[in-house]
Every structure is written in C-alpha cells, then in structure tokens.
C-alpha cells in the first residue's frame, strides 16, 4: 500500500505534528498508509489538535485540517474537496444539500457531539453519505450543567454573588428543591442523567418522552399535566422539525407561575419570543439557558437585560472528560466505517 502525505492547513499548526514548515498555513508530513482521506474544515477554536484523540487520526489516512471556521458554503466545500470522510467539529458549519452536490467524493460525515440539525440528513441518504455523531458522551456533564443552572436560578446566586461584591448583604428569597416537582422533557441519555440527579436532591421526578421506556423513580404523564404540575421544566429533547418551537405560548399558559424552566438541548426547541413574554410577565419564576435561537448571544438581547434568567454560553458539554470522550468516538466512528461496521449512525 502506498504512502500519502498528509496536508494540514493551520494558522497555528499543533506542536503534536512537528512538522516541517513549508509556508505559514501549510505543513506536509508523512502519513500512515491508508486510501482514506479525511478533511477536518472547522477545529475552532481548536480542539482536535491538543486532543489525545489526535494520535488515532494523525497516524492514518491523509488529513486536511483547519483551526479556523469556512464561514461560508463555498469555503466549507473547498476545504472538503476531494475528502472521503469529513470529521466535524463546530455546528456552524451546515452541511446542506448543496454542500453534498458538491463534494461526490464524500462518503461519511463524522459529527463531534449528538445534535445534527445542521446537517441536512435526507440530502446526505440521497447522496450515499453515511452520517454518526458521538451519542452519550456528554450526558453526564450537561446534566450536571443543567442541575447547576437549576440551583443558580431557585437560589439567585448569580444576583446574591453580584450584590455581596457591591458591599450589599441581600438575604433570603431562595426556593428549596427538595420536595418540589421536576418535569423533564425527554428521557434520552442527558434527560435520564439529570432525572438521577433531580432525584438524588430530593425531587419529585415525573417525565415526558417520545419513545417511553420504563425508569426507576420517574414517573411518565402527558405533556400538559407536566407542564401544569412541575415546579421545574427541563428540555432534553433533540432538535428536529418536530421539536422546533415545541415550548410555546400555550406550554408557558400552563405553567405555574413559580416554575422554572431549564433549557440546555437547543434553543430552537423554545419559542424565545414567548419564553421572553413569559419572564417579563411574571408567568414564570425564571430560567436558565445554555442555549438560544442566535449564537451566539446578540449584543442587547433582551435575555442579557432579565433579572430572573441564568445564561451561560452553551457549554454545557464542554468538559475535559466529555471533550476527550466524544472526539475519541467521532475518530473511532471513521476507523468503524473504513472498516465496513460503521457505529453510530444517524
């Protein structure tokens, strides 16, 4: 089998390679004997490169790799090119039908992390491409980014933290979880982590899910008695047609007006506007978000300008232990593939 080289395209090249520099942005090195060649278009800001799952993917094939965004359709098709397999790393890049008549050299796109509403799916099935993600590995860092927004926003600890800083000493107007009812929507690998954890603080757990199945300590209702009943709202839901806007006007109507919502699958789910209406109205105690409809976040948003909202910039995910997991799983889903067991399949 003969030897490729591999072509890696960086503004900041990963010391890892120790290449020689042949220009500012390009690098040649020897790769491993291998027919696939793999493009990464979108490692910004870099996490591939300083991964440990880098020594998996440098060791075969022949790489294109980008520590910037395309940030556009045509850049994202270049950087492609003639690429069998892509490993992507950053939502914005959308893989649209376009993309796909564009790049018939593509046979798998590898999505670091679950969601895939960037990915326009009945396109790549059109065109043979088969698509993975990396399902699972993150579940237990966002539910427990989940439980601390939760706590963040019953306890105001961003406020309290703030006005303690100005000299003030502002007291009391905490909500106490234990006892109180926790409704989650959606029971995939992060809603069951987080219903573990809302049951371990004490809370009722009951729960709405696409495909029920049965899970100790949860109790399974219809969405409007969830709604009506939970002193807690949490998102666990994947973004697809179906989901989008699944959180609207007449869902905050049912809610009491001491709920709190959590959202940290995708901001799409939530009708903003509505949820906006909801807080400024008082028709529920508060949220805390991890996700939006724009990201990121606007400058002036009317989100940043709430009180009784607890924002973080969707990181939820974002953890040592998660990251190196999940890119260890989108490399490892381009060897199952290559070897004609592809895993993970969307």
Known sequence: MPFRFKTVRSLNPPAALNPSVLSPDIM????????????????????????????SLASKGELDYYDSLPGSEDRLIER???????????????????VFDACPQLRLLSVWGTGTDHVDLAAATRHGVTVTNTPGVSAISIAEHALALLLAAARHIPQMDASTRRGEWARGQSVELRGKTCGIIG???????????AGAVGMRVIAWTMHPKPLPGVELVELDELYRTSDVVSVHLRLSPETAGFVG????ALMKKSAILINTARGAIVDE?????ALVEGRIRGAGLDVF?????????????????????????????ALEAGLRMAVENIWAFAAGTAEHVV
């Open 80 to 98: 492609i090119g003639a690429a069998e397999a892509v490993l992507n790393i950053r939502s914005s890049s959308k893989f649209t039908s376009h």
């Open 273 to 277: 506007a509505a949820m906006i209406n």
């Open 187 to 197: 029971l995939g690998a992060i809603g069951r982590q987080f219903a573990r954890l």
């Open 28 to 55: 040649t090195v020897p790769a491993a004997p291998t027919f696939m060649r793999i493009s990464i278009p979108d490692d910004a800001p870099p996490v591939l490169a300083s991964s440990q799952a880098w020594a």
């Open 293 to 321: 409809a724009t990201e990121p976040l606007p400058e002036g948003h009317p989100l940043a300008k709430l009180a009784n909202v607890v924002m973080t910039p969707h990181c939820a995910g974002i953890t040592p232990e």
């Open 249 to 252: 006007a007449r869902q905050f």
